[in-house]
């Protein structure tokens, strides 16, 4: 079992990029910790990289490659991952309309905070193409299984710290930002990032 280390740092800066760069994870935890709290961000945190976790390991065992050959397969999870993220903006937006307090307007996303980031990873296609496009550029002279789960493990890593970062900043800073101004801008911009993120899994 061979691994070529040469390729890590071209890959950490690559990780860096995507890493750092917002999606739906970082709105629903920065959303769920200042809702309801760094426990409850954690456990959105964990359902985020268990749904990760799943995708990864279909790329590594080729499975991956299988299911990105069946379009429909594909299309379904990209409309019920359209659709979920659909129901969290009308859900956030429901609560704005209604002018729910702090405590209200976080249930729908504190609730069940892993299944919220489980469900929302798990039927997102974006994350499993975005492996089969990714990780295998990085693999070098290694063996092909053992080098995509250095990979993996390693993004999955750098990903896990900076959300992790986010969870604890975001509940901190509840405590100084939790005015209902602030939360009710909160909320506007997550809907508005999760519809957006809707229409784009559709479009």
């Known amino acids: 079992m061979h691994l070529d280390f040469t390729q890590l740092p071209a890959f950490l800066i690559a990780c860096a990029v995507v890493v750092l760069t917002p999606g739906v994870d970082a ?23 268990t749904a990760a976790a799943v995708q990864v390991l279909l790329v590594i065992s080729g499975l991956g490659v299988v299911i990105a050959q069946y379009p429909p397969v594909l299309t379904a999870l990209r409309w019920i991952g359209a ?20 405590e209200d307007g976080g249930e729908a996303l504190s609730a069940r905070p892993f299944r919220q980031g489980f469900l929302t990873n798990i039927t997102n296609p974006k994350m499993l193409l975005f492996s089969l496009a990714f990780l295998p550029q990085f693999i070098g002279t290694g063996s092909p299984t053992a080098q995509l789960a250095l990979l993996a493990v390693v993004f999955l890593g750098l990903a896990a710290l900076w959300e992790l970062f986010i969870v604890l900043a975001a509940s901190r800073m509840a405590t100084r930002l939790g005015r209902p101004g602030v ?13 957006t993120m809707s229409v784009g899994l559709v479009v």
Not at 27 to 49: D, E, P, Q
Not at 83 to 102: D, E, F, P, Q, W
Not at 183 to 195: E, N, P, R
């Open 27 to 49: 709105f629903l935890l920065l959303r769920t910790s200042m809702r309801a709290g760094t426990k409850a961000g954690l456990w959105a945190l964990a359902g985020i990289h």
């Open 183 to 195: 939360t009710t801008a909160l909320d506007a911009v997550c809907a508005a990032v999760f519809f």
């Open 83 to 102: 659709a979920y993220l659909l129901y969290l903006a009308v859900t956030i937006a429901r609560g704005l309309v209604r002018r729910t307090g702090v």
